[in-house]
Every structure is written in C-alpha cells, then in structure tokens.
C-alpha cells in the first residue's frame, strides 16, 4: 500500500521561529507537492518539485522555501513562522504523467503563537 | 480563471438515505476531474478520477458522473454509512501532461446521523 508519511500531525511553534515540516513516500514518485489547507479556501499549492533538486513556486510560495535531496522526501521550511501561516499543511505526491490520483499525507496541523 | 464551485457546503442525512453532492467548474483547457474524501484530520484520498470522455465512473457506493458540455460533476452515495461522514472535495485538472495544475474546490461537509 502506497504511502506518504507526514513526520507530525501536531505543531506548535513561536512566531519568528524557523519550522521544518518533513514528508517521505515510499512510491519512488518524482512528482510531490506541499499544499496548505484553510477553512473556506481549499487546498492551495505552496510548492512542488518534478524531480530531485528540482523545486517550482505553487500559486503562494511568499514565507515559504522547500528542500528535495533525496526523491523520497520534500521538506516545507518556514523561514520565520507568523500567525497567517497557522493552517493544516499537506503533502502529496504523484507518477508523472496525467491521469493519476494525487496521494496526500495524514497532514500537519501547524498553530503558530 | 479557473474556479470550481461545490454544493452544498454542508449536508446532514440519515444513516441508509442516498445523497448527491454537485460541482461546477470553470477550467480550461480541461484535463480530469477528481473526487477526494477527506476525513477530519486526516489527508484526502482519492475516490474517482473521469477524463473528458467518461461521464460515470463507480467506486462502490460512489458513483461519480461528469457532463463536459455544462461543465458539472456530481457525486451520488447509495445507502449512506456512519464512515461516510467527511469532506468530500472536488478537484478539477487543466493544462496538458507534464504541465497539469490544479484546482480544488472547497469541499461539502457530510454528516451521517443513526
């Protein structure tokens, strides 16, 4: 069974403070995606990455930067957290290719105070 | 600009009753659409996938069906479960292969009561 694991379901961190959140998937997909998810907003596309090293802006990138060293895992980085980026923060990742499903992480509730 | 549009936002039915959740989008140039259920806390998964040329697509007691020409989806569940209760999210795809974006609607809240 195809999975993409989310290192925390829970987060909390100050404002100002540097957050990593951490995805791995265990499909060999070179496609994978970190979304945020707002009440009223749906998903919106932070950043993705087609390959390793490879990283391309999403539709709202600002505050935010990514990491992909290995093909398994794409890290989210928020380089000083502010209380606008308390959300739910998902990952996803995909073959190449049209026609296939996304596979989402469980997702990160991060709360910044 | 493309948009997808869900309806209701949320829904309330009795355990055994059917439902039919709808979308409208407003994407071009249209590749496939998506249904996801999401349960609270958890991540979306994936329940149909439709290109252009389907227009019913069944996963047990989903049945998705999707009409190209007034640019609509719709998302029936026979004999509702307890486990039914989630978010049900509309994702629509535009562009061609290996330039595909999407965009997701912001989902319709089901409860199933007993």
């Known amino acids: 069974d195809v999975k993409v694991t989310q290192s925390s379901r829970y987060l909390v961190k100050r404002t100002g403070e540097k957050v990593f959140l951490e995805c791995v998937q265990d499909m060999d997909h070179e496609n994978m995606f970190w979304y945020r998810q707002d009440p009223g907003l749906g998903l919106r596309l932070i950043y993705f990455s087609y390959d390793v090293k490879m990283k391309e802006k999403g539709d709202i990138p600002e505050g935010y930067s990514v990491s992909r060293e290995k093909k398994e895992r794409f890290s989210l980085i928020l380089e000083s957290a502010s209380t606008n980026q308390t959300s739910m923060y998902l990952c996803a990742s995909r073959p190449p290719g049209s026609g296939y499903g996304y596979t989402f992480g469980s997702g990160t509730r991060l709360t910044v105070v | ?114």
């Open chain 2, 1 to 114: 600009k493309n948009q997808v549009e869900q309806s209701p936002q949320s829904l309330i039915i009795l355990e055994g009753k059917n439902c039919t959740l709808q979308c409208n989008y407003t994407v071009s140039p249209f590749s496939n659409l998506r249904w996801y259920k999401q349960d609270t806390g958890r991540g979306p998964v994936s329940l149909t996938i439709m290109t252009f040329s389907e227009n019913t697509k069944s996963n047990g007691r989903y049945t998705a069906t999707l009409d190209a020409d007034t640019k609509q989806s719709s998302l029936h569940i026979t004999a509702s479960q307890l486990s039914d209760s989630a978010s049900y999210i509309c994702v629509v795809s535009a562009g061609f292969v290996g330039n595909e974006k999407l965009t997701f609607g912001t989902g319709t809240r089901l409860t199933i009561i007993p």
